[in-house]
């Protein structure tokens, strides 16, 4: 099962989460594998949109906002676009575009910003948002300070909070075809509303950079290597990284209330569709092929109709005659 832990460094301004996504995962790739005419993710795509969704709800499950985060980067390389997006109940779902092959060991940039014209783009859509209100949108390039092509996710998160949020982050992610996990710290406020002082020690500890014990922790979390985030549980990747800190660990989100993948997508919704096509429209396509076949742009389900169905469809679709209780 899928859990996200979240934790609080006893006395120091910094926290964590970490997840580990399990069965939603291998949903999301078996219902991608599954569709005939898109077939599976090339492995480096499967891996890099595996690090997204663990980014994604890491950092969904790290604020409080009641709508749903976007994290999506787009590209002028054979992938076009790659999607994730997470609701507030932590429901998620994720896709990716393709218009060209991807080579067996792409990088990044390889893959997504081949001209230098990909972009990483984070979206916080409130549900109470007003008729004409935007969503609030952050948007960096996958290029460093110095213009150096970032080949590493969890680089380019970084470098969006580094200029988006200034808030200190360390992210570590890793994804294969069985789990995507990650590890989120982040620096808190030292100074709170009624302690200003430019001149004090915590004001100069809440600058970007400056707060020892923060980077001592980043230091720690950098130091987990791909394997271990992948095979250990998270009991031990904790204590083996933190075990001199003391950690206040809160209940693990799994199930119900933690991640689990969720479309909107349905049987029943392709249905209400083919409803709308109208019965002559409907058999015009079943002249043509053995079945109606919709796929789903999102996750990539496919839902196929055959004359059977689609005439079941159409028979409960039809009012009932009006009852009269005379028995004909």
């Given at each position: 099962?899928?859990?996200?832990h979240k934790f609080?460094?006893?006395g120091?301004p910094?926290?964590g989460v970490?997840?580990r996504?399990?069965?939603?995962w291998?949903?999301v ?5 599954a569709?005939?005419s898109?077939?599976a993710?090339?492995?480096p795509l499967?891996?890099?949109?595996g ?8 950092m969904q499950?790290?604020i409080?906002?009641d ?8 590209g002028?390389?054979?992938v076009?676009?790659?999607v994730v997006?997470v609701q507030?109940?932590l429901?998620?779902?994720?896709t990716a575009?393709l218009?060209g092959?991807v080579?067996e060991r792409?990088?990044?940039s390889e893959?997504?910003?081949v ?5 990483c ?6 549900k109470t948002?007003l ?6 949108q952050?948007?960096v390039?996958?290029q460093?300070?110095q213009d150096?092509?970032?080949e590493k ?8 909070m580094?200029h988006?949020e200034?808030?200190?982050t360390t ?9 995507a996990c ?8 030292v ?8 001149s004090?020690?915590?004001a100069i500890?809440?600058?970007m950079?400056h707060n020892e014990?923060?980077q ?8 987990l290597?791909r394997?271990?985030?992948l095979?250990l ?6 204590h083996?990284l933190?075990w001199q ?8 989100l799994q ?6 993948f969720s479309c909107t997508?349905s049987r029943?919704?392709?249905?209400k569709m083919?409803?709308?096509l109208?019965a002559?429209e409907?058999?015009s396509?079943?002249?043509?092929r053995?079945?109606i ?6 996750c990539g ?6 004359a ?8 409960q679709d ?6 009269n209780g005379?028995?004909q």
């Amino acid at each position: 099962m899928s859990e996200i832990h979240k934790f609080l460094f006893d006395g120091l301004p910094v926290r964590g989460v970490l997840v580990r996504l399990t069965d939603d995962w291998r949903e999301v790739l078996r219902r991608r594998s599954a569709n005939t005419s898109q077939g599976a993710y090339p492995v480096p795509l499967q891996n890099l949109l595996g690090e997204m969704a663990a980014a994604a709800l890491l950092m969904q499950s790290s604020i409080k906002f009641d709508g749903s985060l976007v994290l999506q980067v787009l590209g002028d390389g054979p992938v076009r676009l790659a999607v994730v997006e997470v609701q507030p109940d932590l429901g998620w779902r994720a896709t990716a575009t393709l218009h060209g092959l991807v080579p067996e060991r792409a990088t990044l940039s390889e893959m997504i910003n081949v001209k230098g014209g990909g972009r990483c783009a984070i979206t916080l859509d409130p549900k109470t948002r007003l008729p004409g209100q935007q969503p609030y949108q952050g948007v960096v390039p996958l290029q460093g300070e110095q213009d150096e092509e970032l080949e590493k996710f969890s680089d380019v998160i970084q470098h969006y909070m580094l200029h988006s949020e200034q808030l200190d982050t360390t992210l570590v992610l890793a994804a294969d075809d069985q789990q995507a996990c990650g590890l989120l710290l982040q620096r808190l406020p030292v100074q709170g509303q009624d302690n200003l002082s430019g001149s004090s020690t915590h004001a100069i500890e809440d600058q970007m950079g400056h707060n020892e014990a923060y980077q001592r922790i980043a230091m720690l979390a950098e130091s987990l290597k791909r394997e271990e985030l992948l095979t250990l549980d998270a009991n031990t990747v904790l204590h083996r990284l933190f075990w001199q800190e003391k950690l206040l660990r809160f209940e693990p989100l799994q199930g119900d209330t933690g991640a689990h993948f969720s479309c909107t997508c349905s049987r029943q919704r392709v249905a209400k569709m083919i409803l709308g096509l109208g019965a002559e429209e409907a058999q015009s396509v079943l002249r043509e092929r053995p079945d109606i076949e919709v796929a789903c742009d999102f996750c990539g389900a496919q839902y196929r109709f055959d004359a059977v169905d689609v005439a079941e469809l159409f028979r409960q679709d039809l009012p009932m005659p009006p009852h009269n209780g005379t028995l004909q």
